[in-house]
């Protein structure tokens, strides 16, 4: 299984940005996807989980403003996060997670939101 995260950047509080992962590998279409993100000084925290149904989960700080997504093209899964009403505290490195036997983590993007 592989992880390729794409989409952070710099954006204004109040903003959106859409970050994406592409998860390639077998088996993908059963499994869980994630974010999680790790914000300067803290410890690593879930964000927002996808089921291969498509029911969803989301950390208390982020419902209502952030919505997690999949889909499925051929080998490769992607999961999506858009990301609404933006707060600096949103500022941290976020990272796709699956798990298939083991968990997975992709490379990490970092998402920077200025007051």
């Known amino acids: 299984v592989q992880l390729q995260a794409s989409g952070g950047g710099l954006v204004q509080g109040g903003g959106s940005l859409r970050i994406s992962c592409a998860a390639s590998?077998?088996?993908?279409?059963?499994?869980?996807l994630g974010w999680y993100r790790r914000a300067p000084g803290k410890q690593r925290e879930l964000v927002a989980t996808?089921?291969?149904?498509?029911?969803?989960?989301?950390a208390d700080s982020v419902k209502g403003r952030f919505a997690i997504s999949r889909d499925s093209v051929k080998n490769t899964v992607t999961v999506d996060l858009q990301m609404n009403a933006l707060k600096p505290e949103d500022t941290a490195v976020y990272y796709c997670?699956?798990?298939?036997?083991?968990?997975?983590w992709g490379q990490g993007t970092l998402v920077t939101v200025s007051s």
């Open positions: 997670w699956t798990r298939f036997l083991r968990d997975y």
């Open positions: 590998g077998s088996r993908l279409d059963f499994v869980n």
């Open positions: 996808i089921t291969s149904s498509g029911r969803t989960t989301y």
